[in-house]
C-alpha cells in the first residue's frame, strides 16, 4: 500500500468511528428524552392525585378558586392532620372562608399544600396599598424652603 492508500483506508476508518460515536449519541439522547418523559408523566399523574384527594379530603366542589391572598401574623402548628403549620409572614392563598370547622379557613400555601389554619393566625383584613391610609400634608410652600435650603 503506497501513502495515499493507507491515508484513505485511515479516512474510512476514522468515518465509521465518527458515525458510531454519533449513533451513540443519538440513542443516549433519545433514552434521556424518554425518562424526562417518563417523569413528566409520572409527576403529573401524581399532581392530579393530590388534587382529586385534596378535593376529596377539603369535600372541595368545582372549580378551586383563590378568594384573595392572606398574610400570617402569627407562627401556627398544625394540630391536627387537616391543619397546615405556617410561619409568621408566610403568604397564603385563601381557598375557603365558609364551611371550614370553627374559627378556621381552609388555605393553600405556594408549595400547593392545602389545609385549615386558625382565623387568628392570620390578617383577616383585605389587602390594603401601603401607606394608603396615611393622610400627607404637603406645605405649599415645600419646594421653595428645599430650594432655600440648598442655596
Not at 384573595?68 to 391536627?80: L, N, Q, S, W
Not at 390578617?123 to 396599598?129: A, G, L, S
Request: aromatic share 6%; proline share 3%; glycine share 4%.
Amino acid at each position: 500500500m503506497n501513502v495515499s492508500q493507507e491515508e484513505t483506508q485511515e479516512d474510512k476508518t476514522t468515518e465509521k468511528q465518527r458515525k458510531e460515536l454519533e449513533k451513540q449519541r443519538k440513542k443516549e439522547e433519545e433514552k434521556k428524552e424518554k425518562e424526562r418523559l417518563k417523569k413528566e408523566r409520572e409527576e403529573k399523574k401524581r399532581k392530579e392525585k393530590e388534587e382529586k384527594d385534596n378535593r376529596k379530603k377539603f369535600n372541595i366542589k368545582g372549580d378551586i378558586k383563590v378568594l384573595r391572598e392572606i398574610v400570617v401574623t402569627e407562627p401556627y402548628a398544625a394540630k391536627d392532620k387537616l391543619d397546615i403549620g405556617c410561619y409568621s409572614g408566610e403568604q397564603l392563598e385563601l381557598i375557603r372562608e365558609d364551611n371550614n370547622p370553627e374559627d378556621r379557613y381552609l388555605v393553600r400555601n405556594k408549595q400547593g399544600v392545602y389545609g385549615y389554619v386558625q382565623i387568628y393566625c392570620v390578617d383577616r383584613n383585605e389587602p390594603q396599598e401601603l401607606y394608603d391610609d396615611v393622610d400627607i400634608q404637603i406645605p405649599e410652600d415645600f419646594e421653595e424652603e428645599v430650594y432655600d435650603m440648598c442655596t
